[in-house]
């Protein structure tokens, strides 16, 4: 009997060996999930970037950690324009020059590594458009969401909870500047 006994513990301790290995396979680090994630997050973020942004340092995906790290490359014969900082909470602020004398076109880069060192590349092709203030006119006609520079005076200013908002005018008309 205690033979018995002995080989069904050790059928059992094979068969809990193959779960056990079975569902290791399952959670383990799966770097196009990660670069399907950070590519959700960030395809559709507009080309042309007039001002500073922020993008994460981390992703969290079936329980695995994948470690993301930003980088630039600018064009050929481009030598400042945009700069990425490591933030202390882990996330990345890409710098861009919102002065810049020139269109600005770069090449953002992240880096997805896994628990096991193994990485993934996402680039983003991006563009800081050259400084120019624009007059009414232009901004009426400006696309939703585009990045726009208007001068004017600060002629009214609305306080809600966490949203700051600005009404200003210039001579030509007036503007209202949201989710500041």
Do not use: Q
């Amino acid at each position: 009997m205690k033979k018995k006994h002995f080989l069904g513990f050790l059928a059992s301790l094979a068969c809990l060996t193959c779960f056990a290995a079975c569902g290791g396979e399952e959670n383990a680090p799966d770097l196009n999930k990660a670069k399907d994630m950070l590519d959700g997050l960030y395809k559709s973020a507009a080309e042309v970037t007039g001002s500073d942004f922020e993008r994460v340092g981390k992703l969290t995906i079936d329980k695995n950690d994948y470690t993301i790290v930003w980088t630039v490359e600018l064009a050929e014969g481009v030598t400042e324009g945009v700069t990425v900082t490591k933030n202390e909470d882990g996330t990345y602020t890409i710098d861009v020059d919102e002065e810049a004398e020139a269109d600005v076109a770069y090449v953002l880069k992240a880096t997805i590594t896994d628990k096991n060192g193994k990485t993934k590349v996402v680039t983003y092709n991006h563009k800081v458009p050259k400084f120019a203030e624009m007059t009414h006119e232009e901004f009426v006609a400006a696309e939703d969401e585009a990045a726009v520079v208007v001068k004017g005076v600060v002629t009214g200013i609305v306080n809600t909870d966490s949203k700051h908002e600005l009404y200003f005018e210039d001579a030509d008309g007036g503007y209202y500047a949201y989710d500041l």
